[in-house]
């Protein structure tokens, strides 16, 4: 679940796929600056937000109990959470879905599969 336990810097992975899962578990595992925390549901990211206060929140944009603009807007309506920085992850490819994650306050939209190259810069920008 998590790479390091004294990490300062933490990232909420919300997803439901167990492979994607794993291969973000091995990315992480080479960044130990970083702790990585899994949700697998909207409602358990919804839980975990206010006790994890991750630096960046990666969301994929179907899960089983909502899709990600749904979570979306249900973490900006808690005033605690209107900063945090959220990519979207989606394997969907129609400009209007992009837009509509960027209107709806997501500051990026990544295709999936996860470029390790893209992520790794992401998070050196932090």
């Known amino acids: 679940m998590s790479s390091t336990a004294d990490s300062s810097r933490h990232v909420l992975y919300v997803e439901d796929d167990r492979i994607n899962i794993v291969l973000m578990e091995e990315v992480f595992r080479l960044m130990p600056d970083w702790t990585l925390h899994i949700a697998e ?38 005033e605690r959470l209107t900063r945090l920085r959220c990519i979207a992850l989606s394997a969907d490819v ?19 599969p996860i470029d390790v190259r893209q992520l790794r810069a992401a998070l050196e920008r932090l």
């Open 41 to 78: 549901t909207g409602a358990q990211a919804l839980e975990m937000l206010p006790r994890v206060m991750p630096t960046l929140v990666l969301m994929d944009m179907n899960l089983p109990d909502m899709n990600g603009l749904q979570l979306m807007e249900k973490l900006r309506a808690d």
């Open 94 to 112: 129609m400009d209007d879905q992009r837009q509509r994650a960027r209107a709806m306050g997501f500051q990026d939209y990544w295709l999936k």
